[in-house]
């Protein structure tokens, strides 16, 4: 036999090694995965805050991985079965909380255990990231966790702070307040804030925490409008189905000791800006160039935003405003050049327009009438940029001005709208709050945009929603998007604007195929333009009556649908003083009483339509549809009960009796 070939020293090593470590490929991999997330968009490691807790074992990782799928399903029996399985992962995540919270998959579980756990287990929770915030606000996955474990913790604030005798079980030690709690973890944070400016994820957590200590909202997390997470992030948060519980997109009230504590960060941050300065005197032009490179960067710009807006608070003189512009009533070349960039840069734009809406009239009135006043024009056409400074300029100058404004744009409105349409919602306001000024110039400006005369083609629903392009009647099952439903909510004010475009887009379902009516019907944000104009006192009878021709023949499908069926409860008014049309419905639904009830959608239809009282006291259902009409239409005469018109006849009749006696006496 030959001679079988062995491998090296290190080699042997290594087996000796994995006997007693035994790691598989899967482990090996979520460790890298683990650090490759330390060092993700953070530069080099030196520079970073110590992120790296350590990894779960094989077997604890499919543990928490198999308890998160099942936080997830979320098919327990009794709110009780569902609490106590998350008891359970608490006890088991005991001690191994910082490893979860920066893991990709598990940092999702502790997100939901932090939504359903009760006030000890939240205040357990908190307690275990002590000495580790900063290091967790800053990771990828953690700070995420974070900005949970912060909102749920800002209403158990409140909650404390409103009942004195609210406790907690001290099985596990003395009681400990979570406003001490709280004010712990920013003295934690404080040496490290202005690196959380401008830091990815630190960020955001930073904002989050300067909104609890203002008792500002706090924002949701998936909601399109949110002001606290990345577009990127909500759609994440989305797709994994973490939904909200009822401490977001709130208010809440907050401690003495928290207004202190904000003055100091804001001083703290101040400070670490402009070198220890405490007076604008004081600062460098150098200084002050760096700091307005932060307003303009992407990720520190919104932190610095919500500075300017929270220091009037208890900062009478504004540093962080004085700091970015000046306050003298000249022109400075410098400051000059910098509005100038703020007015053509996405970023700048977004950082000018809300600042704007926070800070002082004077302030205001000052940068307008420098930089923007004789401009406005050019400003309003840089849809991307300037146009959103000039829709803040509308909203916080004074009727002078935002008239002045309006004498200089709605004579162009039709072509600042191409790509803008948000600014019509904002003329249409300013417009409003000035008693109607050039009302009927915007109103000549929108038609001549969407419904122009000399077009054979001219269709509200096309121009302005853009049906052929949109995801309506298509065989893939789009969601609804952004855009759709922006042009949506946009038509809805034009509706309410002035009664022309309701008989506009009227005129415009009509001229579609009956199908693509219907489409729209079904389609989860077009069906809300065709509730809207079912407004039975604003629309003439003969255009209702060739509404209905349409929408009766699919009132059962309708009613059946969870977007149809809102239609169907608008039907009920805009049938009043047509009963013909009231009953074709109601009988077409009362022929399939078995579909429509076995509908959730179908079930409430019949409901509202009151249909039970249909088919059981027809005399009694009618009479509620003539009750409609005469509070709907007062000028219509109320239909009299039987029983009280057979009185009054009862009575007429003695009445005439005892007449003729008293004439055959005499």
């Not at 709110?79 to 008891?87: A, N």
């Not at 953690?142 to 001290?170: G, K, M, Y």
């Not at 926070?358 to 009135?365: D, G, M, P």
């Not at 744009?409 to 803008?420: A, G, H, R, Y």
């Amino acid at each position: 036999m030959g001679n079988t070939k062995t491998r090296g020293r290190r080699h042997q090593e290594k087996q000796k090694k994995d006997e007693f470590e035994p790691s598989s490929t899967a482990v090996k991999n979520h460790i890298l995965d683990e650090e490759q997330a330390y060092t993700d968009d953070s530069g080099n490691k030196e520079d970073q805050p110590q992120m790296f807790f350590g990894v779960l074992d094989r077997e604890e990782l499919e543990y928490f991985k198999q308890a998160e799928s099942t936080l997830q399903l979320d098919a327990f029996e009794t709110p009780e079965e569902k609490f106590q399985f998350v008891t359970s992962i608490i006890e088991e995540a005991k001690g191994k909380e910082l490893k979860l919270v920066t893991s990709q998959i598990t940092s999702k579980l502790m997100e939901r255990i932090i939504l359903e756990c009760d006030e000890s287990q939240l205040k357990s929770i908190f307690q275990s990231f002590n000495g580790a915030f900063f290091g967790s606000s800053c990771h990828k996955y953690a700070s995420h966790v974070l900005e949970t474990l912060f909102v749920r913790s800002a209403a158990l604030l409140e909650r404390e702070l409103l009942t004195p005798s609210f406790d907690t079980d001290e099985k596990d030690g003395p009681h400990v307040t979570m406003e001490n709690m709280f004010l712990f973890m920013l003295n934690e944070l404080k040496p490290h804030l202005k690196m959380m400016v401008n830091h990815q994820y630190g960020s955001h957590v930073l904002r989050l925490l300067i909104l609890i200590l203002s008792s500002k909202t706090l924002p949701n997390s998936t909601k399109t409008n949110s002001s606290l997470r990345s577009k990127k992030s909500k759609i994440a948060r989305k797709m994994i189905d973490i939904k909200d519980n009822d401490d977001f997109n709130k208010v809440y009230q907050t401690p003495e000791s928290f207004k202190s504590e904000l003055r100091d960060i804001i001083t703290t941050l101040y400070k670490s800006f402009t070198n220890g300065a405490e007076a604008r005197s004081d600062v460098s032009q150098s200084i002050v160039t760096k700091f307005r490179e932060y307003c303009v960067d992407k990720i520190a710009s919104p932190v610095i935003q919500l500075i300017i807006q929270v220091e009037g608070i208890f900062d009478r003189d504004r540093s962080f405003w004085r700091l970015v512009f000046n306050t003298a009533d000249e022109k400075d070349p410098k400051e000059e050049s910098f509005v100038e960039y703020l007015l053509s840069d996405p970023v700048g734009s977004h950082f000018l327009e809300n600042v704007i809406a926070s800070a002082r009239l004077k302030y205001v009135e000052r940068l307008y009438r420098l930089y923007m006043k004789d401009r406005i024009v050019k400003l309003a056409k840089r849809d991307t940029t300037g146009a959103f400074v000039v829709r803040a300029l509308l909203e916080q100058l004074k009727d002078k001005d935002v008239k002045q404004i309006l004498d200089a744009v709605v004579p162009d409105l039709s072509m600042l709208l191409n790509s803008n349409m948000d600014f019509g919602t904002a003329i249409i306001n300013a417009s409003n709050k000035q008693g109607n000024y050039l009302r009927d110039d915007v109103i000549a400006q929108l038609v001549q945009k969407y419904y122009p005369e000399k077009s054979e083609t001219k269709n509200i629903l096309e121009s302005c929603l853009s049906l052929s392009s949109s995801t309506l009647g298509n065989t893939r099952d789009d969601w609804p998007t952004a855009d759709e439903r922006r042009r949506s909510i946009f038509l809805e004010q034009l509706i309410d604007y002035d009664d022309k475009f309701l008989n506009i887009t009227i005129d415009s379902m009509l001229a579609l195929p009956e199908e693509r009516l219907m489409q729209m019907c079904y389609h989860g944000v077009f069906s809300h333009v065709v509730e809207h104009v079912l407004q039975t006192t604003r629309v003439e009878t003969i255009k209702r009556k060739l509404l209905l021709n349409i929408l009766c023949k699919q009132s059962v499908n309708l009613s059946c649908n969870a977007y149809g069926s809102h239609i169907m409860d608008k039907l009920w008014e805009f049938t009043t003083k047509l009963t013909l049309y009231k009953e074709r419905i109601a009988s077409a639904l009362v022929r399939e009483t078995e579909k429509v009830k076995n509908s959730t959608y179908g079930r409430q239809v019949w409901k509202n339509w009151k249909l039970e009282l249909y088919v059981r006291k027809m005399w009694d259902w009618k009479r509620l549809i003539k009750e409609q009409e005469f509070e709907i239409f007062p000028d219509s005469k109320p239909l009299q009960p039987k029983a009280e018109k057979h009185s009054r006849e009862r009575d007429n009749s003695k009445e005439r009796s005892t007449f003729k006696k008293q004439k055959q006496h005499r």
